[in-house]
């Protein structure tokens, strides 16, 4: 087994993990943070193909890290205050409200 | 597969995990947190000390933190007394097994492919600020502009007063 496999495996069970976390949690805070999990699985995987890849000197890996990681903020500055203004009108976070929301 | 990289993979498996199953949304953040500095141990490890370090600063330093105002401002830190987990919660946690298995499949068929060169590649901070100046340089700007719209459009976004015209009644 190639130590790469080794960590192909782990950016695949990180990612899985997000995956059921924003596929399966009610807050939405918590489906946020789910993305941001899978996000961070996908920049494993470019860190450790530039790590191993053939030509490591093009840092193109190194890069898409940086760049990903700049979106994934900015995406999570906007998710939270989208989740703030949703939750000013219907007082919730749930994704599944048990009453009908009022209007 | 060196001890070091079982017990990092252990740490952010187990931080990550819990970040995704536990009640407490602020236990939900501790956990985001350690599984974080995992992973940025991991890119220490693998060389990229530069990512590893930014990692530490943006997630750990500005997402956690963010994340926790807002469990705080919405006042939901207490643990609910309802299920935490949606009702079609089993279907949801199916499908990312079944993502797991064809990633699993093809990372396990396609190993014979895969590059595998041993020696760690050099890396200074002076190559990356070359490479982000030069060959970079229109991504940079990007990002630049997309980040203010983003600070701009957040801002709009929570600062948007109940009280406005798009209030709901209540």
């Known amino acids: 087994m190639t130590p790469l496999t080794s960590y192909l495996l782990l950016s695949a069970f990180l990612f899985s993990i997000g995956l059921a976390g924003a596929l399966s949690r009610r807050s939405s805070i918590m489906v946020l943070i789910g993305i941001e999990i899978m996000l961070n699985a996908a920049n494993l995987n470019f860190i450790a193909f530039w790590r191993f890849g053939p030509a490591p000197t093009a840092l193109t890996g190194v890069m898409f890290t940086i760049f990903s990681i700049a979106v994934a903020a900015a995406e999570a500055a906007v998710g939270l205050s989208i989740i703030l203004a949703v939750y000013r009108r219907t007082r919730s976070t749930d994704l599944e409200p048990t009453e009908a929301p009022h209007r | ?170």
């Open chain 2, 1 to 170: 597969m060196t001890l070091v990289f079982l017990i990092l993979a252990a740490i952010t498996i187990l931080g990550l995990g819990a970040a995704m199953s536990l009640r407490n949304p602020v236990h939900c953040v501790v956990g985001l947190t350690i599984g974080f500095l995992g992973l940025a141990a991991l890119y220490l490890q693998l060389g990229a000390q530069f990512v590893g370090l930014t990692q530490v600063l943006v997630y750990v330093g500005a997402v956690a933190i963010l994340i926790i105002f807002a469990i705080m401002m919405m006042r939901s830190s207490e643990s609910p007394e309802q299920q935490p987990y949606s009702r079609s919660w089993r279907v949801g946690v199916a499908i990312a097994f079944a993502v797991y298995c064809v990633l699993g499949w093809a990372v396990h068929f396609g190993a014979h492919t895969l590059p595998t060169q041993a020696a760690t590649p050099e890396l200074s901070v002076q190559q990356i600020g070359d490479a982000l100046l030069h060959r970079f340089v229109l991504p940079l700007e990007i990002i630049a502009v997309l980040l203010t719209a983003a600070l701009i459009g957040a801002g709009v976004l929570a600062l948007q007063d109940p009280a406005g015209e798009v209030r709901g009644p209540r």
